[in-house]
Nanobody, 121 residues
């Protein structure tokens, strides 16, 4: 069983940056792909970025390409989402997930509780 906990969310002005962390406990993230999603009230959860468990391959949705970077520290069992050039439309609850292989689906084995990111204009 893997438990995930996101942190690093908060309020930031447009153009600013945040780095989200996703710490795993229970067991390490070795062998698990990781992904980041976000959700706005009334809308479906949206895939943002993913990283294979080897770290050799990444995938991003078009709206965050060039602005967001996904990474991980296997030794610390922690994943990261570096978010730069933030826009008001990036405001959402951000979730990390592990143990999936279909990036765009919600069929991931483990989810964190989410962290709120608010970008002011």
């Amino acid at each position: 069983q893997v438990r995930l906990a996101e942190s690093g969310g908060g309020l930031v002005q447009a153009g600013g940056s945040l780095r989200l962390s996703c710490e795993a406990s229970g067991r390490t993230l070795r062998g698990y792909n990781m992904a980041w999603f976000r959700q706005v009230p009334g809308k479906e959860r949206e895939f943002l970025a993913g990283l294979t468990w080897t770290g050799s391959s990444t995938k991003y949705t078009d709206s965050v390409k060039g602005r967001f970077t996904v990474s991980r520290d296997v030794a610390k069992s922690t994943g990261y989402l570096q978010m730069n050039s933030l826009k008001p439309e990036d405001t959402a609850v951000y979730y990390c997930a592990a143990g999936g292989s279909n990036w765009d689906s919600l069929s991931w084995s483990y989810w964190g509780q989410g962290t709120q990111v608010t970008v002011s204009s």
